[in-house]
T-cell receptor
């Protein structure tokens, strides 16, 4: 079966760095997405990786290793507004998105 | 504001009621989706429409009935629901059906449904 694993919850301190991991097992691979979802709001697109390596976008970076079936989202200089759930999703061979259950990130002062 | 608007934001309905969720996208996209989001579970794809034609139905119970009258509007008609159907229902759209880099999915803020 197809499966996406990510931690259920993480806690970090304001100003620090946090890494949210995502491992996947899917039938085929056509890219990996990260979305951010604040409580009571719509998920919003953060990043897309289809090739191995690191994609940097401001304070957020996303890394992909296709051979390991692994990705991480790196958040630097954490701010209180970064408290949210972070969703990992993989596009499989049929371009169907397989979603993880999300990681709830709690930022403490 | 993501360009995808859902109404109502909150809905409480009895198991014998009939109600509808409405979604409108202002992005000129060709594909629209209904997802179900339950606490601590992955997003569940319910229905996909591409150019107003249903292309996917992931074995969703018949008590959920979608309608796509045009490429900008999507409805989810609800009848004789069960308490376990209580969840956040998210509408989304993308430029085209295939989820590649040029087809990022844009979500609405969701409709919180409680079945009593």
């Amino acid at each position: 079966g197809q499966n996406i694993d990510q931690p259920t919850e993480m806690t970090a301190t304001e100003g620090a760095i946090v890494q949210i991991n995502c491992t996947y097992q899917t039938s085929g691979f056509n890219g990996l997405f990260w979305y951010q979802q604040h409580a009571g709001e719509a998920p919003t697109f953060l990043s897309y990786n289809v090739l191995d390596g690191l994609e940097e976008k401001g304070r957020f970076s996303s890394f992909l290793s296709r051979s390991k079936g692994y990705s991480y989202l790196l958040l630097k200089e954490l701010q209180m507004k970064d408290s949210a759930s972070y969703l990992c999703a993989v596009s499989d061979s049929n371009y169907q998105l397989i979603w993880g259950a999300g990681t709830k990130l709690i930022i403490k002062p | 504001e993501t360009g995808v608007t859902q109404t109502p934001r909150h809905l409480v309905m009895g198991m014998t009621n009939k109600k509808s969720l409405k979604c409108e996208q202002h992005l000129g996209h060709n594909a629209m989706y209904w997802y179900k989001q339950s606490a601590k579970k992955p997003l569940e794809l319910m229905f996909v429409y591409s150019l107003e034609e249903r292309v996917e139905n992931n074995s969703v119970p018949s008590r959920f009935s979608p309608e796509c009258p045009n490429s900008s509007h999507l409805f989810l008609h609800l009848h004789t629901l069960q308490p376990e159907d209580s969840a956040l229902y998210l509408c989304a759209s993308s430029q085209d059906r295939a989820e590649s880099s040029g087809n990022t999915i844009y979500f609405g803020e969701g409709s919180w449904l409680t079945v009593v």
